[in-house]
């Protein structure tokens, strides 16, 4: 039973555009998600974050929305740059317990 | 220096070894974890430690053993390795007020 779950394991974006990642989750007691961003040969680093009292929270390029009714939420990044090109997981939690990981999206960001 | 360090990087063994693998961090953070990460199945937590008496079994702990010697030392050991042990193993740390946790840099075993 995968809590937590990415349905597009890869994502082809041209530079300048905007890269949009999505993940649901079942468990309606996650209220803390967050992002990491991996490459490879690196372990994954930390992106963003947002709480379940929240609907947005942009940090520079990145914007994570989380639409709690519909157990969803999404990573944009504008303007997509080649050095986004990574595979990105999205993460849960609840009451600052131990995450639970996504299967994570391969984004590409072409020239 | 790294914050969150793993050793061995890389590691080749043969099947029925016993092997461990070590992670040391310099952040004071009193919780750790131990992650492998397998094509198309993400991270997955195997065990986690939320201080240094502290050890619980996470999603697929079986094959696996820990020990938390240090806060500052979490060891993860397969008594005896198997091919389907073969992966990407990450240690990580996290502070219990913050959600994000922090990842080393991960060991690439392989059991054959």
């Known amino acids: 039973d995968q809590q937590v779950k990415q349905n597009s394991p890869s994502l082809s974006v041209q530079e300048g555009r905007i890269s949009i990642l999505n993940c649901d989750y079942t468990?309606?007691?996650?209220?803390?998600f967050l992002w990491y961003k991996k490459y490879p040969a690196e372990g994954p680093t930390f992106l963003i974050s947002?709480?379940?009292?929240?609907d947005k929270n942009e940090d520079g390029r990145f914007t994570v929305f989380l639409n709690k009714s519909a157990k969803h939420l999404s990573l944009h990044i504008v303007p997509s740059q080649p050095g986004d090109s990574a595979v990105y997981f999205c993460?849960?939690?609840?009451?600052?317990?131990?995450?639970?990981f996504g299967t994570g999206t391969r984004l590409q960001v072409f020239p | 220096d790294a914050d969150v360090t793993q050793t061995p990087r890389n590691r080749i063994t043969k099947t029925g070894k016993r092997i461990m693998l070590e992670c040391s961090q310099t952040?004071?953070?009193?919780?750790m974890y131990w992650y492998r990460q397998d094509p198309g199945l993400g991270l997955r937590l195997i065990y986690y430690?939320?201080?240094?008496?502290?050890?619980n079994k996470g999603e697929i702990s079986d094959g696996y053993s820990v020990s938390r010697q240090a806060q500052a030392k979490f060891s993860l050991s397969l008594e005896s390795a198997i091919p389907n042990q073969t992966a990407l193993y990450f240690c990580?740390?996290?502070?219990?007020?913050?959600?994000?946790?922090?990842f080393g840099p991960g060991t690439r075993l392989t059991v054959l």
């Open positions: 990580a740390t996290s502070d219990p007020l913050a959600g994000e946790q922090f």
């Open positions: 468990n309606s007691m996650f209220d803390y």
């Open positions: 947002i709480s379940s009292i929240k």
């Open positions: 993460a849960a939690s609840a009451n600052t317990d131990k995450l639970i």
């Open positions: 952040k004071g953070h009193d919780r």
């Open positions: 430690s939320f201080d240094v008496k502290d050890i």
